[in-house]
T-cell receptor
Framework: AQTVTQSQPEMSVQEAETVTLSCTYDTSESDYYLFWYKQPPSRQMILVIRQEAYKQQNATENRFSVNFQKAAKSFSLKISDSQLGDAAMYFCAYRRSTSYGKLTFGQGTILTVHP | NAGVMQNPRHLVRRRGQEARLRCSPMKGHSHVYWYRQLPEEGLKFMVYLQKENIIDESGMPKERFSAEFPKEGPSILRIQQVVRGDSAAYFC???????????????FGPGTRLLVL
């Protein structure tokens, strides 16, 4: 079974600085998708970024980028120029590349942004 | 294009009552997923449905829980004879059909917070 591990229960960053959230996963599949979701205090789940495993290029969405290391099964999220609105719980998630697929989530990392 | 809609947003039930949670997927989405988030935990998959079909219910408890996605209307997650341990946030997500090429991304609703007294 696939597992997703986020080893950092909490992280903090100063406003305008850069922070990296870690995620590792375990799978025997060669093709799959990886996601980062953000859950602010409202508890709405918001998609931040996604990565297809067959793509070598790391995904980027404005201030958010990932470092995808397929051999190491690592998928970290870098947030540049952190803003107060980035404060939230961040979840890493995995999905098999089949005709459908449930998401397997990590335990989450609480990010605090200090002004 | 409206996002995934869930109602009610908050639901309070006493032990032994039934809870009905509704989810309307995004327009054009025919795949619906239900997840449960217990306090201080990540989301856990419960069930995956397409119109009129349950595709994968491997994460749903065998007793008291059921789900449907009728041809017309929202998807319903039903919990019978609720217990305190059912208190959680229940999230619905939807995605496009595979043929549309965007099937890999699930978009989440705002969740229903169920509190069992």
């Amino acid at each position: 079974a696939q597992t997703v591990t986020q080893s950092q229960p909490e992280m903090s960053v100063q406003e305008a600085e850069t922070v990296t959230l870690s995620c590792t996963y375990d799978t025997s599949e060669s093709d799959y998708y990886l996601f980062w979701y953000k859950q602010p205090p409202s508890r709405q789940m918001i998609l931040v970024i996604r990565q297809e495993a067959y793509k070598q290029q790391n995904a980027t969405e404005n201030r958010f980028s990932v470092n995808f290391q397929k051999a190491a099964k690592s998928f970290s999220l870098k947030i540049s120029d952190s803003q107060l609105g980035d404060a939230a719980m961040y979840f890493c998630a995995y999905r098999r590349s089949t005709s459908y697929g449930k998401l397997t989530f990590g335990q989450g990392t609480i990010l605090t942004v200090h002004p | 294009n409206a996002g995934v809609m869930q109602n009610p947003r908050h639901l309070v039930r006493r032990r032994g009552q039934e809870a009905r949670l509704r989810c309307s997927p995004m327009k054009g989405h025919s795949h619906v997923y239900w997840y449960r988030q217990l306090p201080e935990e990540g989301l856990k998959f419960m069930v995956y449905l397409q119109k009129e079909n349950i595709i994968d219910e491997s994460g749903m408890p065998k007793e008291r829980f059921s789900a449907e996605f009728p041809k017309e209307g929202p998807s319903i997650l039903r919990i019978q004879q609720v217990v305190r341990g059912d208190s959680a946030a229940y999230f619905c997500a939807s995605s496009l059909p595979r043929t549309s090429g965007g099937q890999e991304t699930q978009y989440f609703g705002p969740g229903t917070r169920l509190l069992v007294l």
